[in-house]
Structures are given as structure tokens and as C-alpha cells.
């Protein structure tokens, strides 16, 4: 599964800019603190993430017990829309897993059971707190198979539901607009299987250690299309105008991977090219407005498909892959067996593609193919199994496909990402026995974490070993569940090591290495001594061993020095020849550490032409240009040629340290990155330092280029430069832009309206909500925008807007329900501000009146919070 609550913090940190702006331009002292990170950790805590506990918890989160093996599982549903229901028969194939049994108990949760049978008999049963214990015809021994075929209803409305904040609810089956009375939004039904939920759909063992195989035949209106796991067998119209479609997976996956998605859904077809020559089904589901652009989103995917296959030399195992976008999604994404659900984030046009794509989160549920689907972690407690490669999936796509750049960049904001949760919810095992709930293993250890562990692993076994061992567990655990020793032993057959000690640091303990790096120069005996000191918390995390790979470059060139760290302090010192020119502590940039460093400002400069990673050319910059030396100063303007976006975007950012000669150098180069630039996101920061370092006369002639740019983000930073200038101008081009069908666009032109003291945009910020361009996080964003720009308008505005926020305190869902209480609190203040403003003009006669009709106003908003 993609995290929502990743995705959230991602777009958050991409729309950094934006709500940057939406806080400074403001004249209000108490800003909405809808936009800021923390205030949504916060939010997030009070559901259920993860507090850490200060003694060992006496629970222990084993694996489910294994009874009875599940076989096959045949399901005919149909649905009641009106009732949000779904009628379903459930045949169940079983048998007891060792000891014999005559009975099988199943999770059934909030079910009408109307009756089970086996062949003609019918078979008594007890359903209590969503178990159904069904009592066999006899006693059935593990060589004896049974098929029970249970007669039920799911209710999915009817249930008390609790969910995370990676997992925004639990019903299982959700029905959207099933009445159709949203016109913005197409009537849909798709289901939500992790973490045991799938159980509220049909009767199953719904525990991750489960494996069956599956086919469903689903009843709809023929306008209908339907997607499910598997192949489409045949697909049937009746007479009265409804369809019988037959999926069929004769591959054996968990329960909470079975999948369904009905709706009136384009198909947009495209195939992967298996080894053998064959063609296999790539299809993605759209709502017809998107059909044009569902290969610009999607098409990567056949690709993906190929490169994972032989990266890990076991080839995709599943029948099909096909995508699907829901709307009203409660995750990002996720990996149900060949029919993945994505959120309607990941609607995006061409030119919104250009900024952002969504291939990160593509490759992640595309990997999980293997790590998860093929093989399942057997607990949520090893949910690290399934998560961290399906998040190291990105690395080695962006890796592939951009350049080890890219995926150095991208590493390094998922190790944020893990720092940052460590920070807000606490730290605990990799391997976490004793959560409170299943729902806090979603968080930034079992992914962001994980996926740093994963590549200290390869850097340190190497390419070959590390592959290699992957393919070894994927290969002896194909179709089983698995536990993090499982992987461990495949790692130590292919490498003959015992990496007890790698394990026993990263998976079974909690915390990573704070460490100190100083050196100390011997330039008679030209010996570099190299002093680390690990200086966490040792009563809380490990002494770690850490293998590095030191790299000395001296007159001769780069030498790798290979040394262990495994002590609290401890000094390595290395020779070298010549001249001492530069020292790379960790060489191949892999460790996930806390790391302090000791270096002179020419070493940092003289990192960035050593062909370092990125992350070394990028502390080459912040470091070495912290004086304005010469060589600091030519290094900012050698940057701006880089070839990775990234390194360019921090040297455009360090135009202020440039001086004389350097600084119109400089300012030229940037001039035409602005225009010329390949990256999207380098044009942007370009437009941000010529608009603050150009003079208006020539920016205004360059201003039209710029609003040409084929990019959205390039066009709202220059429209948001603009409008601090000129704000007539700026606000003209961006009445001539609202109609941009870019989610993107209409959530910049929204900010800067909120921004800037304009009226009459009331208009625009209620076609936007209720109309269907906006996606994902940017409706919330566009909502956060108009009450900023309501809290600057007069009575008539609020009046007016109080029909959409009434109506949205009955429809809002996820995020947008969670931050609306602030924004109406903000609305309220607003009032309270013009209410003062009547009691400070003594021209008004009927100033109680007046008030009356604002405190009535008031009242009303209030209610909405209160109700
Ligand atoms: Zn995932």
C-alpha cells in the first residue's frame, strides 16, 4: 500500500512554495495552521500512530495460527445501490491445516448470514462479533477437503468503523455516490482489503498468513464495467439488461488482496511483452474524461514490468496487471493481485505530468508484486517484508530510469521521512512485535526505513550477492507467507556470512546511529586520522556495526579505504600520498545516520568535482559557498551546469552569494535556465531569482514567455512573482488561466486570490470546489485558499458561502472532514473582526441591527462545527 499519510507529507513538500506563500502574504496574525506539516502530525497522533512505550509492552504480536488452509474461494455477488449493500454467496473450499476438525471458524464482519450449507445439508453455525463459526457435517481430517457455500449480505454502511491515518477507514466495500446524486462524481464501487477488511465483503480467513485462490462472478447494469484479481473469463448479458462477469485467479494470495471495482470506467488497453513472446494484459481503468491521458500517467508500466522482472530474475508472476483510479480513495494506493486501486491523485494531464508524475508510486504497487503478493510478510509485525521493498522499488526505478541522481535525491527524501516520523510518533523496532494496532506498522519505519536498510544491505554485500539473495527468498517462499528470518537466511546462503549482526541492529532493535566524524591531518607522516565517535542514546539503540567505505583523494587520486565501525569511539588512520585534497566519509552515500562531520571549506569544494553522488555535490554547495570565496563563488556558477535538475535548483539558490563579474555571469545563465531549462522545477526557481534580481521594465517583456511555458508550476511562480509587482497584471492572467483543466493551476490561481486583496473571486473558488478538475490534497488546499480569501471580504461573501460550508460539514470525507472544523473556527473569527469594525464606526445608526444579522451569521457557522 502507498501511504497516504506519505502522501500527504510528499505533496506537502512539493507544495511547499504554495502554502509558503499563502502564509507570508497574509495580513491575519493567526494563520490557519491547516498548512503546516506539524499541525497534521498532530492530527494524525490522536487517531492512532504510534506512541512509543517506555517499558516493553506484555503483548506479543505473533502470526494468526494456522487451522485451516484456506483453498479456493468462489464468490457471486451482486448489489443493491440504493442500500449500499451487496448480496453475495460465498463457496469456501478448505481443509483443516493439520489436526483434524469439524468445524472451520471465518471473519465475517457485519454480515446479514442467511444460511450456510454443504452440498444439500444445511450446516448449523454460531455469528457473533464478526465470527462465524459454521459446524461441519463431520469430522474432516488434513487429507479431506470441504466446500461451504454461505448465503449472505455485506452492509459496509451498517458497521462502526475506526481507521488510521494511513488507513482513513475500514469498511471494506465502499459505495460512492451510489445514488447518483453528486453529478461531479461518478457512482463507483471498489473495495479495501488491507489490513482485514476484506472480511466485510465475504467470508474468509483474513489474516495475512491465508492463501487462496479466487474467482468471483459479479452481476451488474451492462453499462457497467467491472475489474477483479485474475483473468476475465467470459462476461455474460442477461435479459434484463444486466451482465455477468467471471474473474478467475488460479494463483493462491491473501485475503486482503482480492479486489473489486465496478463503475462506468474507460479501459484503456497496453501489454507487457512476456520472455517468451507472449503478450500480457496492461490495462488501465478511467473515468472517461481521463482516457486520453491514462498512458501519459500509466504507460511506464510494461516497462516497469520488464526491468523488475529481471532485476530479480523471477519473472512477474501474476496473469494480468491492470490500474484502476477510484474516487474517494482512503489510501494512495494499493497492490491488490493484478488490479491495482490508485487514489484520483494520480489523474494528471500532460502538462501537469511535466511537474509531477506518479511513477514512484506505479513502481511501488508494482513491486509489491513480488514482496507481498508472491510472497506475503506473515504478521503485520513483519509488514517491514512487503513495505520496504515495495518503497526501495522506487530507488531502483528512479535509479534505472533517471539516473542514480534522481534516486539519490528521492533516498534522501524518504529518509526524511523516517526521521521525521521517528521524531513525531517515536522509534521502535523494524520488526515490531508489540504495536497497540495493526494500523501503526503503515508509518515510516516499515517503509521509509525499511528501504534504507535494504540499500546498506546491497551497498554492502554488493550488486550481485544482493540480487541474487532477493531472488533466492522470493523463489523458496513463492505463494507462502514469510518472516524477516526467512530473508535473512537467503541473504546469508548467497553471501556465506551470518548476518546475525546486521539484523539483530536494524530489524530487531529500534533507533540509528547518531555518529561524529573529525580528522586530524599528519602532513609529515601524510597519515588522514579519522575519529568517529557514535554518540546516541546506547541505553535506548545499539553500539552499531557500520562497514563504510571511506574515500582519500590525494595527488594521486581517489583511494576507498574499507574500515568497520563498531565501537562507541574509535580512530582509523589512513595513509595517503601527496597532497591531502578531499575526504568522502561515506563513499557510497548509503548509511541512514545522523551524521556530524569535520571538514574544511576546500575539501567541501573540491567534493563537487570528483564526480561525487548527489548528495555530496549537494553539501559541496550549502557548505562551500558559506564565504564568498572565489572558488565558492565559481562553484555556484560551474553548479548551474549540472546535470541533475536537483544541483542546479541549489545553485540557482545561491545566486545572493555571487558578487562583480560572477554575479552578472550568474544572473545571465539564470536568465536563460528560466526559459531554457529542460526541468520544470529549475525554470521555476530561475523565474523566482530573475523576478527579485531583474529589473521590472525587463521582466514585464520576458513575463509572456514565461506565462507560455509549457509548465503549470513554472506559470504560478511567475504569476505569483507578478502580482507582487504588478498586481493588475498578475490577477488578469490568472482570470485568463482559471479555466485550465489542471488541478495544479486552479489550486495556484486560488492561493494567489487568497493572497492578494482582490473581491469578486468568490465565484471561482465555489466552481472549483464543486466542479471536477480538482484532485487528491488540492481541493483541500483550494477550500484552505477560500477561507483565507473569505477572511478579507465583506458580509455579502460569507452570507453566500455558507450554503457550500453547510453542505460540505454534511459531505466532507478523510482530510477535508478532519481540517474543516479549522477553517469554519477562522470564517467565525473573521466575523468577530467585522462585528469590531461596526462597533468602530459611530456613523451607524442601526448598529444593533446590523450586528444581530452578523452574530446571526455567526451562530450559524458555528452550528456547523457543533452539529
Ligand atoms: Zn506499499
Not at 7 to 29: D, H, P, Q, R, Y
Not at 815 to 823: E, M, R, S, V
Amino acid at each position: 500500500m502507498f501511504n497516504k499519510f506519505n502522501l500527504l507529507m510528499k505533496n506537502i513538500f512539493l507544495g511547499a512554495f504554495i502554502l509558503f506563500l499563502v502564509s507570508c502574504a497574509t495580513t491575519k496574525e493567526d494563520i490557519i495552521t491547516i498548512d503546516s506539516s506539524p499541525s497534521i502530525v498532530e492530527e494524525a497522533n490522536t487517531d492512532s500512530l504510534l506512541s512509543v512505550p517506555q517499558k516493553k509492552r506484555d503483548v506479543y504480536r505473533e502470526a494468526e495460527t494456522i487451522l485451516t488452509d484456506l483453498i479456493h474461494t468462489k464468490l457471486e455477488v451482486n448489489f443493491d445501490w440504493s442500500k449500499s449493500r451487496m448480496n453475495g454467496v460465498a463457496f469456501i473450499t478448505a481443509k483443516p491445516h493439520f489436526y483434524s476438525s469439524n468445524e472451520i471458524v471465518l471473519d465475517a464482519k457485519g454480515m446479514i448470514i442467511n444460511h450456510v450449507k454443504l452440498g444439500k445439508k444445511t450446516l448449523q453455525f454460531l455469528y457473533k462479533n464478526d465470527i462465524l463459526k459454521v459446524f461441519l457435517d463431520r469430522e474432516y481430517s488434513r487429507e479431506e477437503k470441504f466446500t461451504i457455500k454461505i448465503d449472505y449480505i455485506s452492509c459496509p454502511e451498517e458497521r462502526e468503523t475506526s481507521g488510521s491515518a494511513a488507513i482513513t477507514s475500514d469498511k471494506g466495500l465502499y459505495f460512492i455516490n451510489p445514488k447518483g446524486e453528486d453529478e461531479n462524481k461518478m457512482p463507483q464501487i471498489w473495495t479495501q482489503g488491507e489490513t482485514e477488511s476484506s472480511s466485510v465483503w465475504f467470508p474468509t480467513i483474513d489474516s495475512p498468513n491465508a492463501k487462496t485462490s479466487q474467482e468471483i462472478f459479479i452481476t451488474v447494469k451492462d453499462k457497467y464495467k467491472t475489474l477483479s484479481n485474475g483473468r476475465l473469463v467470459s462476461s455474460v448479458t442477461l435479459e434484463d439488461g444486466y451482465r455477468v462477469d467471471h474473474w478467475k485467479q488460479d494463483l493462491p494470495h491473501a485475503p486482503y488482496l482480492f479486489m473489486m471495482g465496478i463503475g462506468e470506467f474507460k479501459v484503456v488497453n497496453d501489454f507487457y511483452v512476456r520472455p517468451d513472446g507472449s503478450k500480457m494484459e496492461v490495462n488501465y481503468y478511467v473515468e472517461p474524461e481521463w482516457e486520453p491521458y491514462a498512458k501519459d500517467i500509466f504507460g511506464e508500466t510494461p516497462n516497469m514490468i520488464k526491468f523488475f522482472s529481471e532485476k530479480l530474475g523471477v519473472e512477474y508472476p501474476w496473469d494480468k496487471y491492470n490500474q484502476i483510479v477510484v474516487r474517494d480513495y482512503v489510501s494512495g494506493a494499493m497492490e491488490n493481485t493484478g488490479a491495482v486501486v490508485f487514489g484520483d491523485f494520480a489523474y494528471k494531464n500532460k502538462r501537469e505530468l511535466l511537474d509531477e508524475n506518479s511513477q514512484s508510486i506505479i513502481a511501488h504497487e508494482l513491486f509489491h508484486h513480488w514482496f507481498g503478493d508472491l510472497v506475503t510478510a506473515e504478521s503485520w509485525s513483519n509488514l517491514t517484508l512487503n513495505e520496504s521493498f515495495a518503497n526501495y522499488s522506487q530507488y531502483l526505478w528512479d535509479e534505472y530510469r533517471y539516473g542514480i541522481d534522481e534516486a539519490d535525491y528521492n533516498a534522501e527524501i524518504e529518509a526524511d521521512g523516517y526521521y521525521q516520523s521517528a521524531e513525531a510518533q517515536g522509534h521502535h523496532d523494524l520488526v515490531w512485535f508489540d504495536y497497540d494496532d495493526k494500523d501503526q506498522m503503515f508509518d515510516g519505519h516499515s517503509y521509509n526505513k525499511g528501504g534504507r536498510i535494504l540499500h546498506m544491505l546491497r551497498s554492502y554485500l554488493g550488486d550481485e550477492a544482493f540480487f541474487l539473495a532477493i531472488q533466492k527468498y522470493l523463489k523458496q517462499n513463492s505463494f507462502k507467507a514469510a518472516e524477516f528470518h526467512q530473508l535473512r537466511l537467503a541473504f546469508e546462503e548467497v553471501s556465506g556470512e551470518d548476518l546475525n549482526w546486521f539484523f539483530n541492529q536494524w530489524y530487531l532493535a529500534s533507533g540509528h546511529p547518531s555518529l561524529n566524524f573529525s580528522q586530524y591531518n599528519d602532513t609529515i607522516s601524510k597519515v588522514l586520522s579519522i575519529s568517529v565517535e557514535q554518540n546516541h542514546d546506547i541505553t535506548k539503540y545499539p553500539i552499531f556495526k557500520l562497514p563504510i567505505q571511506i574515500a582519500i583523494f590525494d595527488s594521486e587520486g581517489k583511494h576507498i579505504n574499507k574500515v568497520v565501525i563498531d565501537e562507541l569511539t574509535e580512530t582509523f588512520d589512513l595513509k595517503y600520498n601527496g597532497e591531502l585534497k578531499g575526504v568522502l566519509y561515506d563513499d557510497q552515500n548509503m548509511l541512514l545516520a545522523d551524521i556530524k562531520k569535520e571538514k574544511s571549506v576546500n575539501q567541501y569544494i573540491y567534493q563537487y568535482y570528483q564526480g561525487s553522488h548527489y548528495n555530496a555535490r549537494k553539501e559541496s554547495i550549502l557548505k562551500g559557498t558559506r564565504k564568498k570565496t572565489p572558488q565558492g563563488q565559481q562553484l555556484i556558477i560551474d553548479a548551474l551546469e549540472d546535470s541533475f535538475w536537483k544541483i542546479r535548483v541549489l545553485a540557482i539558490e545561491k545566486f545572493s552569494k555571487l558578487e562583480g563579474e560572477k554575479r552578472v555571469e550568474g544572473l545571465q545563465k539564470i536568465k536563460d535556465m528560466a526559459l531554457k531549462d529542460v526541468n520544470s522545477s529549475v525554470r521555476a526557481a530561475a523565474v523566482g531569482v530573475i523576478f527579485k534580481s531583474l529589473e521590472d521594465s525587463e521582466i514585464t517583456i520576458i513575463y509572456n514567455n514565461i506565462l507560455n511555458d509549457s509548465s503549470y508550476l513554472v506559470v504560478s511562480t511567475a504569476l505569483r512573482n507578478m502580482a507582487k509587482i504588478d498586481p493588475l497584471l498578475a490577477m488578469e492572467s490568472a482570470k485568463f488561466l482559471e479555466k485550465e483543466k489542471s488541478s495544479k493551476m486552479i489550486l495556484g490561481i486560488a492561493q494567489i486570490y487568497s493572497a492578494n486583496a482582490v473581491s469578486d473571486k468568490l465565484e471561482f473558488f465555489l466552481d472549483a470546489l464543486n466542479g471536477s478538475t480538482l484532485q487528491g490534497f488540492d481541493k483541500l488546499g483550494v477550500l484552505n485558499s477560500m477561507t483565507m480569501y473569505l477572511s478579507r471580504q465583506d458580509f455579502e461573501s460569507l452570507d453566500k458561502a455558507y450554503s457550500f460550508y453547510s453542505n460540505l460539514s454534511t459531505n466532507a470525507k478523510g482530510y477535508t472532514k478532519i481540517f474543516l472544523p479549522q477553517n469554519i473556527k477562522f470564517l467565525v473569527r473573521s466575523i468577530d473582526d467585522l462585528i469590531d469594525d461596526i462597533f468602530g464606526n459611530t456613523d451607524l445608526e442601526n448598529t444593533n441591527e446590523e450586528v444581530n444579522k452578523y452574530n446571526d451569521l455567526k451562530k450559524r457557522y458555528l452550528d456547523l462545527i457543533s452539529s
